[in-house]
């Protein structure tokens, strides 16, 4: 098995700079593509031209699914289009410049409200909201959270006796209800901050 | 070069060792290979079912004169291009359903 070392010369295409360029294996961190955290000094090959990160030997894969599982906890749910729709609405009103990372901020934020409101003994109310009449196409919504948003996820699982995608649907609704439905949007100048830091 | 090819060469940089996974200044997390999700032996067995029936290949976006080959396999694709003398994995993962 070939192991890559520091100082390492090759090639490797540059999404940057578009060619096949020259590269050199360094250490660099390097965050997730989808899920937020990073890889503190992996082994990398960075362009020569533009110092992108261009390519991971397999040596930094250990590192990398290590960082991953301290890092992020996958969450998947099933919910009628309508719930994705108002979810993008809320993060286009919210900033037309958003990110498609942003909507998955905006649900983190609202957990994080609600997780808040359980540790002051409040149970969130979102449960009575009214639901969509009809039939929709389902899509699959899923990102990946650190574990302390997980844990707040299951705080407000355990709180509400909800399923996970019944809790999800809740937001959605009251996230509905801040930022799309009233003419000034709820908790707007923090969120635009949010989605501003998300995109950089 | 064709299937047959690019099959012989993919195995043995996979079992030696001599592959890169592309990153765009992230890691890429739709390559399971890359985040330890699937191992090199898992990716072999894989690549060892395929046959040119499961093989397409087309022009990199980027770089038209690098060819990228894609086998699907048994709900897997996996990606990939060769700069000698390295292979470069752009993605390893299951297909949506």
Redesign the interface.
Known sequence: ????KQGEK????C??C???VATTLAYRD??????PGE?KDIL??VCDTCD????????S??A??KA?ETATKPIEVNLPAPYLEILDLAAYRIDPKATGEFRKRLLAYYIHMYSGLISSAKIPTFISSTTFVGKFPSKRLSF?VTPRLYDEINSIIDATHLSKTDMIKGIVQEIEKDIVRPEKPKHLAELQRLAVVSAA | MGFKQAKVKLLQALS???????????????NL?????VS?EDVIAIVNRCNGAHHTMSA?H??P??TVHVLKRDGWYIKF?F?DP?T?FISVHQSEP
Not at chain 1, 1 to 4: A, D, N, R
Not at chain 2, 16 to 30: C, D, P, S, V, Y
Not at chain 2, 33 to 37: A, K, Q, R, V
């Open positions: 098995m070939k192991v890559y090759g090639k490797a295409i999404e940057t578009k060619q096949v390097v965050p997730f593509s989808d899920s890889v990398v090959a992108s990160v261009v390519a991971i030997p397999p040596q894969t250990p990398i699914k991953r990946k | 030696q060792g001599t592959f890169l996974h592309e990153a765009r200044n992230a890691i890429e997390e739709k290979l890359s985040t330890g999700d090199v990199h980027q770089v004169g690098v291009y700069i390295d470069y």
